[in-house]
């Protein structure tokens, strides 16, 4: 796998980004998200925008209707849109009385999700008689801090992975604006607030993350006991649960490349790929980080041994051979179809933001030697 694009935004912590076409928008750590443009060679700062009174926890972009809702620990969220060249924000009515944490557009753009440590997530949708965002709560069984969401492909059905060491699916369906969605394997009744599902690895552990398959017959969720599990809907309500415990450090983020590959990252600092074969048997592949050699040359050579002469030591190479030199905190598609991911995004603690290759014809080949 070739090295990826990677681009230094900042030299504080990049906590969530969100790329659309030429755009990227990233939160510095801070209470405004800062949007680029890419220009011929570099990414060039846009617009900042400016609302939110605490840190900014998660961002993203509706591509066809170029809109870009943000939301914060100030409990707020915001939906931006241009208009004559400024971003202006739209109101959002949360009604939570903790931080929003994640916040994901729903496929057709028509409504968010924001999940909150209020024990609720807030499912927002546009009111034009009052021009603001109402929304409504989903709120039981919730027990603790939501993390994270996603949405299915059919724009009703919502996973959310919480504190509570839990993946649930619930049915998001409003009256008024969605159409009734066709049977999956989640169920056919989904008036709103269903629990369609709720898993957990049997070992314990905040659920970080939680994405559904192209398809949307399959929900994967990393844990904080460094696990990777997939679940698969039974109409009997005996769900499968397939787990891989790996030895690495937890991961903050997955997405699914295409039903067979699962890519996750975390505190590791490397992309690490999970395969199957039938669908039932999933196993840790490798790294899809090449790592950087470390080239000593001369000069350095003799400069180590003046410093173990002088201060009895040798010199401490902090520096990892990793691309990201500290936790990756989220990993996004960046081209291709959800059916197929050709290239993914990672931003991470270290103020970087990276672009990478992703073929999986060349992927076999390549981590057929690596060990982790």
């Known amino acids: 796998m070739s090295n990826p694009v990677t681009y230094q935004i900042s030299t504080t912590p990049i906590t969530a980004h969100a790329f659309s076409q030429n755009k990227l928008i990233v939160c510095p750590n801070s209470n405004e998200a800062l949007l680029y443009e890419h220009g011929s060679s570099k990414w060039n700062l846009e617009a900042s925008l400016k609302g939110h009174d605490k840190v900014i926890t998660s961002i993203d972009i509706a591509p066809n ?29 949360l009604r939570i009385n903790r931080a929003a944490t994640f916040v994901r557009w729903s496929p057709k753009e028509d409504k968010f999700a924001v999940a909150s440590g209020a024990r609720c997530i807030a499912v927002c949708y546009f009111e034009e008689d009052n021009d603001w965002w109402a929304s409504k709560h989903l709120k039981k069984p919730i027990r603790s801090t939501v993390l994270s969401i996603d949405w299915h492909p059919n724009n009703v059905l919502l996973a959310a992975g919480s504190a509570d060491m839990k993946a649930r699916v619930f049915s998001s369906f409003i ?21 369609c599902g709720e898993f957990s690895d049997g070992r314990g552990g905040w659920v970080h993350s939680v994405a559904f398959s192209p398809s949307g017959d ?11 599990s997939v679940a698969y809907p039974s109409a009997d309500g005996n769900h499968a649960v397939v787990t891989v415990a790996t030895n690495t450090l937890p991961y903050r983020s997955l997405i699914w490349a295409n039903e067979q590959q699962i890519v996750a990252a975390g505190f590791d600092c490397a992309p690490l790929l999970f395969e199957t074969s039938n669908g039932q048997d999933w196993r840790l592949s490798g790294s899809l980080d090449v790592g ?3 080239v000593s040359t001369t000069a350095s050579v003799l400069s180590r041994f003046k410093s173990m002469d002088s201060r009895g030591q ?19 598609p960046y081209a291709g179809s959800r059916e197929q991911v050709t290239q993914f995004s990672t931003c991470g603690l270290d103020g970087k933001v990276a672009i990478w290759e992703f073929d999986p014809s060349q992927l076999s080949h390549e981590l057929a030697g690596l060990k982790l």
Do not use: M
């Open 65 to 93: 209707t170029n809109r870009i809702v943000t939301c914060s620990q100030d409990r707020n969220a915001y939906v931006w849109t241009q208009e004559q060249g400024v971003w202006k924000p739209g109101l959002v009515l």
């Open 175 to 195: 009256k008024g604006l969605d159409k009734k969605p066709a049977p999956t394997v989640w169920g056919d009744k989904l008036p709103f607030n269903t629990v």
């Open 218 to 228: 399959a929900l994967a969720f990393a844990g904080h006991d460094s696990s990777i």
């Open 292 to 294: 950087r050699k470390k």
């Open 314 to 332: 040798a010199d401490k190479d902090t520096d990892l051979a990793t691309t990201h030199q500290n936790t990756i905190i989220e990993i996004r």
